[in-house]
């Protein structure tokens, strides 16, 4: 299993991995707000913590469909199947090297874009602690869709259109949190309903997922 | 070390596309299926491999000794050929890839990233992936595709010393694999029998009121 992650970082990083291409997107769509909303800090302020949360959402989306479909296409992920490694194993390994890289650098990135969008040094904080918190369920719901769709083609559309409603408790819950750590209100119920939304994904969906992999591989 | 398999019957798509097939296989021994397209030379290897359920019928092996090794070689193009080896040597426990290296003469080109492997190279890495698994059975589909004369003559050799050390194959070809006379099991003998047309429902119906 250590093995599986390793090598699923080392393809990410190499060429074509597409390391790289959810943060960028994040940068993008961060940018292009406060130049759509127009420079009145007071509105940038107070629509930073969903713009951003948002962004993130998006940003994770983008790599979800290669996760089990290049090893569908190469046939690795027949082999995969039939290794010795329990296949709810083989889903967690790769959801979490799809978090490490793309959910991990969003969560360091996001406070250097909560800059431009006049986010303040304590909504900053709790921005970096609910993304900490809530990406790993962004990973681990986007591998149950990946795995849905798998043998799909061109399922990319069809993964989107299933994993954002799922997405929805995650980015209400870490949305609350930015913008009630920003406000200085109390907001441990929000962040105790985001852990708790991550801790029941990383529980349940492997399964899921390991389940959905088996009946479309037949 | 036994493979026993007993009126296994095979689905594809729901559809039923081969039933009552039975051998045995001992360790030492290989099976060569043949058929035409679309008999089901595929369908019969991936459901040994527990790919997919069988629609009828029994399968018997040790637990997890089942190597497959389909079209798709399971090779991903941006790593080295020693790294596609060394990532499958891992998960299945072996950590010493030198041997499968020089099995299929692949020494040369360890270091070489998979995507500039020549078709025929790339099959010899994927075959070369069937010695770090450590399974003793093998179950090829098509192994010889792409593969010139003197590599068929390295895969060759590889399935021998597979089978002198007490290993079992099932292959499913319709090339010549270089093996010397391999016991062959012909699949179109395992058609579903169809029922006569009209015949089967007017004879559920009597059956229905008697």
Redesign the interface.
């Known amino acids: 299993m250590t093995a599986l992650f390793l090598r699923d970082l080392r393809l990410a990083v190499r060429a074509g991995g597409g390391f790289g291409l959810g943060l960028a997107f994040y940068l993008l769509v961060v940018v292009l707000v406060p130049l759509a909303i127009g420079p009145d800090a007071a509105v940038l302020a107070r629509i930073a913590p969903g713009v951003l949360w948002v962004g993130a959402l998006l940003a994770c989306l983008l790599s979800l469909d290669r996760l089990f479909a290049l090893d569908f296409e190469d046939g690795s992920l027949d082999l995969l199947v039939t290794a010795p490694l329990p296949l709810e194993g083989v889903v967690a390994a790769k959801a979490l090297a799809h978090w490490v890289v793309t959910g991990l650098p969003l969560t360091l990135m996001a406070p250097v874009l909560g800059v431009m969008l006049q986010l303040g040094a304590g909504g900053a904080v709790w921005l970096v602690v609910s993304l900490a918190l809530g990406t790993p369920a962004l990973s681990v719901i986007g591998a149950f869709g990946a795995a849905l769709t798998v043998g799909v083609r061109r399922g990319g559309l069809l993964l989107s259109l299933l994993v954002l409603p799922m997405y929805v408790p995650t980015l209400i819950f870490g949305a609350e949190v930015v913008r009630r750590g920003a406000a200085g209100l109390e907001f441990g119920g929000a962040l105790v309903f985001l852990a708790a939304i991550t801790l029941g994904a990383l529980a349940l969906l492997p399964y899921a997922a390991a389940a959905a992999l088996r009946v479309n591989l037949r | 070390m036994e493979l026993v398999v007993t009126d296994l019957g095979c689905a594809r798509g729901g559809r039923v596309v081969l039933q009552g097939i039975g051998f045995r296989l001992s360790a030492g021994q290989a099976l060569v299926l043949r058929g035409p397209n679309g008999v089901g030379k595929t369908t019969l290897l991936?459901t040994l491999?527990?790919?997919?359920?069988a629609s009828g019928g029994a399968i018997s092996m040790p637990p997890?000794a089942?190597?497959?090794a389909?079209?798709?070689?399971?090779?991903?193009?941006?790593?080295s050929v020693a790294?596609n080896l060394a990532?499958?040597g891992?998960?299945?426990?072996m950590h010493d890839i030198g041997p499968a290296l020089a099995a299929m003469g692949l020494q040369g080109l360890r270091d070489r990233r998979a995507g500039q492997l020549s078709a025929g190279q790339r099959r010899r890495l994927g075959l070369a992936?069937l010695l770090v698994?450590g399974r003793p059975i093998w179950a090829l589909d098509e192994p010889t595709v792409a593969l010139d004369k003197a590599s068929v003559g390295l895969f060759a050799a590889m399935l021998h010393g597979h089978l002198a050390a007490g290993g079992a194959a099932v292959i499913a070809s319709h090339t010549g694999l270089g093996l010397g006379p391999t016991p062959e099991l012909d699949l179109i003998g395992f058609l579903p029998r169809r029922p006569p047309r009209g015949g089967a429902f007017d004879g559920a119906f009597d059956g229905a009121f008697t």
């Open positions: 991936r491999a527990g790919l997919q359920p997890e089942l190597a497959y389909g079209h798709a070689d399971g090779v991903k193009s941006t790593l790294e990532f499958w891992a998960v299945h426990g992936r698994t």
